[in-house]
T-cell receptor, first 119, second 109 residues
């Protein structure tokens, strides 16, 4: 199956700092990537859809100025948590859907996730 | 009402048991359906797609009932390694995915 990597796998930062998380599709091109966050014992919550070469689409209730998304190439999307606070501590997971010809396949392939702890 | 609902469990079963999970969805325009497996503190991994005709992969069988808007996952001859959280995922024709909260399965010796 398709491989998606994320970096870093875990990060601890102080309140007020910004953290950048990278999501890469390693063996396929991903015009669309998704960013999720997950709290313990809860399911994934979609934060935003990242589109290559255009602005991300944010879900209701997600602050676009706090969670900056950049999808600069067909294999890389980044999520920057700006001015992080303890309540931003969570498991952040990206996913990507591969292109089959001109069609986006339905299956999502997930990165291994980034565990963010803000102290 | 949630868009995708699953019985959270936990399901605790002995090795060798057969266990079934159900998932209901509210959007009748949903196009594609999947079961993912998530191990503790790991990312979800695709287990199988779900088709109206049913889909079987070894010990795992998935079914879709569009009329009643539910999907199911049957695991036969449970193994210890099947212990995980199983996530039901529903895609709309706009490509948006909605996840259920997951069903936790623990298989015991």
């Amino acid at each position: 199956g398709a491989v998606v990597s994320q970096h870093p796998s875990w990060v601890i930062c102080k309140s007020g700092t910004s953290v950048k998380i990278e999501c890469r599709s390693l063996d396929f091109q991903a015009t669309t990537m998704f960013w999720y966050r997950q709290f313990p014992k809860k399911s994934l919550m979609l934060m935003a859809t990242s589109n290559e070469g255009s602005k991300a689409t944010y879900e209701q209730g997600v602050e676009k100025d706090k969670f900056l998304i950049n999808h600069a190439s067909l294999t890389l999307s980044t999520l920057t948590v700006t001015s992080a606070h303890p309540e931003d501590s969570s498991f952040y997971i990206c996913s990507a859907r591969a292109l089959q010809g001109e069609t986006l396949v339905a299956e999502q392939y997930f990165g291994p996730g980034t565990r963010l702890t803000v102290t | 009402r949630k868009e995708v609902e699953q019985d959270p469990g936990p399901f605790n079963v002995p090795e060798g048991a057969t266990v079934a999970f159900n998932c209901t969805y509210s959007n009748s325009a949903s196009q594609s359906f999947f079961w993912y497996r998530q191990d503790c503190r790991k990312e979800p991994k695709l287990l199988m797609s779900v088709y109206s005709s049913g889909n079987e992969d070894g010990r795992f069988t998935a079914q879709l009932n569009r009329a009643s808007q539910y999907i199911s996952l049957l695991i036969r001859d449970s193994k210890l390694s099947d212990s995980a959280t199983y996530l039901c995922v529903v895609n709309t024709n706009a490509g948006k995915s909605t996840f259920g909260d997951g069903t936790t399965l623990t298989v015991k010796p």
